[in-house]
């Protein structure tokens, strides 16, 4: 289940978080396992390591309330005082939890690569991947959102393309998901409206990819 956009866990200002308490009783009570959130922006802080220490501060607060439904950070395309676009953003927020092993990742392609994380090279991919496990661990991520984008690397803006229509690329991204570290790892598309037909020849060109 992904969270709305009302909560801001990296504010400083608002940390009662109601909204967010209330859609986490109700992804536990229809049985969902996984909550996805956007960490947010600092707003109002002096630092971005305030915002980090926010979402920290949050996270801890609903695993002790719910520690049935696993916590799942999603990175963004901003930078600034946003929190997790940056993947050693998440590595400071993990040190910070009480209880790490309930905190999973999602990783959305077209936001990394906004941020400025080149995916649409082998170099970059690369490079990409191995700051995942020195930073979360792969095995920390629990999905991924396989997004292309209309912007260009490091754009900070986030506009999501389908897959191939973008500027990582249909090839960058069949080689990202096809790599044996990320295998077995859920996959979830976002793309922007598109028609049946649009949406059937996508659906089999990603099941191809799957596949081989």
Not at 45 to 55: F, N, T, W
Not at 99 to 110: G, L, R, V
Not at 175 to 196: H, M, S, V, Y
Request: aromatic share 6%; hydrophobic share 40%; glycine share 6%.
């Amino acid at each position: 289940l992904h969270a709305s956009y009302w909560s801001n866990l990296a504010s400083v200002r608002h940390t009662k978080h109601r909204v967010l308490m209330k859609e986490l009783d109700l992804a536990r009570r229809l049985g969902f396992t996984h909550l996805v959130m956007h960490p947010g922006s600092a707003k109002g802080a002096l630092s971005q390591k305030e915002g980090i220490d926010a979402v920290a501060r949050v996270l801890n607060t609903l695993l002790q309330h719910e520690p049935e439904v696993k916590l799942v950070l999603e990175n963004v395309a901003h930078g600034n005082m946003s929190v997790g676009g940056n993947l050693q953003d998440f590595k400071r927020v993990l040190e910070k939890i009480d209880k790490p092993e309930h905190i999973f990742f999602c990783i959305d392609t077209a936001h990394a690569h906004s941020y400025g994380y080149d995916l649409s090279s082998a170099d970059g991919r690369e490079r990409f991947i191995n700051e995942i496990q020195t930073t979360i661990s792969i095995k920390k991520i629990a999905l991924i959102h396989l997004n292309d984008t209309y912007d260009s690397l490091g754009s900070k803006r986030d506009r999501h393309a389908a897959p191939g229509n973008g500027k990582i690329g249909e090839d960058a991204l069949r080689q990202l998901i096809l790599d044996t570290r990320l295998r077995g790892i859920p996959l979830l598309l976002e793309p922007p409206e598109l028609n049946q037909e649009e949406l059937c020849a996508l659906k089999q060109r990603i099941m191809q990819w799957h596949n081989e």
